[in-house]
């Protein structure tokens, strides 16, 4: 079964950092383009940022540019997320997610996603 | 970046109805759009992409349409399983996808 388990969530204070990681199982996680996705408390969804099989291209939404950082560990078969200078606005759910195809390029399709955890950003 | 729209922002149904969801771009996406279904406390998944494209388990009664700027996500025969909220997501512009604000399907 193809499964996809996000942790590291919690609370943090503004200016902090936080360190999430995605736990793969069930395919070849060398093979996919992985992003995270995040869902502010009763909001839409946003896409953070996404990394190429190899690591070689990352990409991140503009808000969070300069601030976190995506990395993989395909021998862990393991996907990161590295939150720096935590706004409020950063709040959210945080969604592993993986491509829905294995391509060279991403497809932009997400398919499956993790349970997701929650990053809360408050004093 | 891409600016999706959907409308309405919620619809109430009745299960056997037929529920149409619209979800325009703000510029040409050709057919690069996807259609996701999350339910309260659970994490999205992945209906239709490429515009029309049924992915893999997902039930017939499902189906997508549209191209360029103007697509439409319909559930021919709505289902109590079905009651959630859906989003379109655009991937023609990358990066970054780009989401539309959802629309929540309410039980009448």
């Known amino acids: 079964e193809v499964q996809l388990v996000e942790s590291g969530g919690g609370l943090v204070q503004p200016g902090g950092s936080l360190r999430l990681s995605c736990a793969a199982s069930?395919?070849?996680?060398?093979?996919?383009?992985m992003s995270w996705v995040r869902q502010a408390p009763g909001k839409g969804l946003e896409w953070v940022a996404n990394i190429k099989q190899d690591g070689s291209e990352k990409y991140y939404v503009d808000s969070v540019k300069g601030r976190f950082t995506i990395s993989r560990d395909n021998a862990k078969n393991s996907l990161y997320l590295q939150m720096n200078s935590l706004r409020a606005e950063d709040t959210a759910v945080y969604y592993c997610?993986?491509?829905?195809?294995?391509?060279?390029?991403?497809?932009?399709?997400?398919?499956?996603w993790g349970q997701g955890t929650l990053v809360t950003v408050s004093s | 970046d891409i600016q999706m729209t959907q409308s309405p922002s919620s619809v109430s149904a009745s299960v056997g109805d037929r529920v149409t969801i619209t979800c325009r771009a703000s510029?040409?996406?050709?057919?690069?759009l996807a259609w996701y279904q999350q339910k309260p406390g659970k994490a999205p998944k992945l209906l239709i992409y490429?515009?029309?494209s049924l992915q893999s388990g997902v039930p017939s009664r499902f189906s997508g349409s549209g191209s360029g700027t103007d697509f439409t996500l319909t559930i021919s025969s709505l289902q109590p399983e079905d009651f959630a909220t859906y989003y379109c997501?655009?991937?023609?512009?990358?990066?970054?996808?780009?989401f539309g604000g959802g629309t929540k399907v309410e039980i009448k």
């Open positions: 997501q655009q991937a023609n512009s990358f990066p970054p996808v780009t």
């Open positions: 069930g395919f070849t996680f060398s093979s996919y383009w």
């Open positions: 997610a993986r491509d829905s195809e294995m391509t060279t390029v991403t497809t932009g399709w997400f398919d499956p």
């Open positions: 490429a515009a029309s």
């Open positions: 510029q040409g996406i050709s057919s690069w």
